[in-house]
């Protein structure tokens, strides 16, 4: 049996209403957590990163090394080839200083150096890849250079807890 409703008792609510304070309404504090797969390729940079290694995935056909790694080249149009480790160190491509912090809201007490860095690979892999994106340390912001040779600076492994920020920053060397 099916019920046709043909009249709608009652009226809609209007913006006035709720200004007036006429209908019930509730703050809700969202505090939603979610979780997701890092798949594959993020799935094992990070698990890697815990264990204190960079690891990416070389594409054979525009000779590129994808870190963080994906099992797709976007630029060729394929799956990636195979995975590579790559060193901790590295050489700086580009760099900002920042004033604010990572909510691009709160102004940071002292100003910050983030670097675009290129990691140094096997001699006989492939040269050219992405930069590694990443805070610099243990030098003032006016001193960063282009070209400037840098190394990860590690969390113990014991604080580590495969995520970007199992290494702390990178400094000159
Ligand atoms: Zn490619």
Redesign the pocket.
């Known amino acids: 049996m099916s019920v046709k409703i043909s009249k709608y008792p009652g009226v809609g609510l209007k913006e006035e209403d709720i200004k007036g304070k006429k209908v019930l309404t509730t703050v809700w504090p969202c505090n939603l957590k979610y979780s997701w797969s890092a798949g594959v390729a993020v799935g094992r940079f990070l698990t890697e990163l815990k264990n204190g290694k960079i690891i990416g995935r070389v594409?054979k056909?525009?000779g590129?090394i994808l870190i963080p790694p994906r099992m797709y080249?976007e630029?060729?149009w394929k799956p990636t080839d195979e995975w590579v480790y790559v060193k901790d160190t590295g050489t700086i491509n580009t760099y900002a200083i920042t004033h604010l912090a990572t909510d691009g809201v709160t102004r940071l007490k002292e100003p910050m150096p983030i670097a675009v860095i290129q990691l140094d690979v096997p001699a006989k892999l492939p040269r050219f890849f992405a930069g590694f994106l990443h805070y610099l340390g243990e030098v003032k912001p006016e001193d960063v250079k282009f070209g400037m040779k840098v190394k990860a600076v590690w969390k113990p492994p014991e604080e580590r807890i495969g995520s970007i920020t199992d290494i702390k920053y990178f400094k000159p060397v």
């Open positions: 594409c056909k525009c590129r080249c630029w060729c």
